[in-house]
């Protein structure tokens, strides 16, 4: 009975490295995302941009978007390690699953405007700029969602209580600052040029790349996390009746 | 709520650094992220150096020489509040956090003003790369100081029941080194954007 469950745990969390992988090979690689293209692109390098690599693009948005759920299986992993540590007050996973959700929607909706821009190339340049610009600022914009996701995370890790937290403190911090330097994108609708631009230093590499590595690591101590509570609720077992409700007896 | 059992004795050799560690992990994340900030204002600023310093001029260094003055007198009150929570002193600790609280609330209305003043006079974000760079900083850092008037507040109201547990005297040096931060953060700001000709 235990070990199915946290069966079903472990793998959901594989979605974290499984999404951060194909994200980077069907969005960035094959969606030529990483870099993109500058804000200050004419309408006719966008165009080019799209017909030159339409087939590219039908299967590396359309892989995006299939790949990109698994971002919300990873948040169900993490959503059920933080209701064990919630005990009965469930706010904060709920806003880790919600965000998480949302985080997901918005990617995917971003990458259909850049399909639907691939699916007829040969349409009206300004058109295929307005599909563009739409899916920088809808995937940039929608950051909250993520920060909200975070910043619910790194609350519970940093007050937990255990002798030994389930996931270090660090992480916590980590998880905080690249929650809040997603703040720095409030300035990216105002610039085409410079750090501050969809393809610059703060709002394209660091924001992304502080992103991606804080999913590699918290899905590295969330298989961490799942072993420790698989042991505990295993520890738990014999005494039938305290294994019926394993979050009471191993949240203090 | 947080276990009373810790009080007592703290354990020898157990900390090292002020604070949570992890806290220090954010510290070093967040000075890094605005040395790239300062390193990309002075190169964009060897760009157009002419253009960067006439639009100093519409900075006045005065106002920005006493912001620096209430942050370093907010740090210093929030010192005090450490100490005295050292040794229990509970009131001197939230009378410490309040005025510490002043200080920085001082600074924000200052910088309200100020970006008031340049809104009025029709300086934006978009004018040119200087206004870009300090409505950036100083806004980012605004946000930074916001927060951590939130956690002064915080910890001034648990500093009433907190004091003398062992939780809530790391939580209060956690917090001071995140205001100190804020403080650093200024001291290099300020004179990169008013000052540097």
Known sequence: ?????????????????????????????????????????TEAEVARHFIENANRFRLGFGAAMTFAVLYFVWTVAIFVVMQRMEGDNHVLSYLNLTGGLATVCFVTISCSFWLTASFR?????????????????????????????????SVLFLTDQREEPLFPKWLGWYTIWVAFIFFVLLILPFVKTGPFAWNGM??????????????????????KAITRLEREAAAAEPGAQRSMKPSLATTR | MPALASIGPRPAAARRLPGDSGVWLFIAADTFMFGLFFSSFMFE??????????????????????????????????????????????????NCLSLGLVCGGAFAVSKLFEY???????????TNDYYLFY????????????????????????????????RFLRWLESGACYWHMVDLLWIILFPLLYLVR
């Open chain 1, 1 to 41: 009975m235990v070990r199915d469950t946290f069966r079903y745990w472990r793998l959901c969390a594989w979605a974290g490295p499984l999404f951060l992988v194909t994200f980077v090979i069907f969005w960035g690689i094959l969606g030529r995302n990483i870099p993109p293209l500058s804000p200050a692109s």
């Open chain 1, 121 to 153: 190339p040969e349409r009206e340049p300004a058109i295929q700029q307005l599909l563009y610009d739409l899916g920088w600022l809808t995937i940039d914009m929608c950051y909250c969602c993520t920060t909200v996701q975070m910043i619910a995370m």
């Open chain 1, 202 to 223: 703060f709002n394209f590499w660091v924001a992304f790349f502080a992103w991606f590595i804080w999913i590699q690591a918290q899905s590295m101590f969330v298989f």
């Open chain 2, 45 to 94: 600023r060897l760009k157009n150096v002419e253009l960067f310093n006439r639009s100093q001029q519409a900075l006045s260094p005065t106002v920005g020489a006493l912001n620096t003055l209430f942050l370093l007198a907010g740090s210093w009150f929030v010192v005090l509040a450490v100490s005295a929570a050292k040794q229990r002193m509970e009131q001197a600790v939230v």
């Open chain 2, 116 to 126: 008031g003043a340049k809104f009025a006079a029709g300086l934006s974000v978009v």
């Open chain 2, 135 to 166: 409505f950036v900083l100083t806004g980012v850092h605004f946000l930074h100081l916001c927060i951590g008037l939130v956690v002064l507040a915080i910890l001034r109201g648990r500093a009433k029941t907190g004091v003398g547990d062992e």
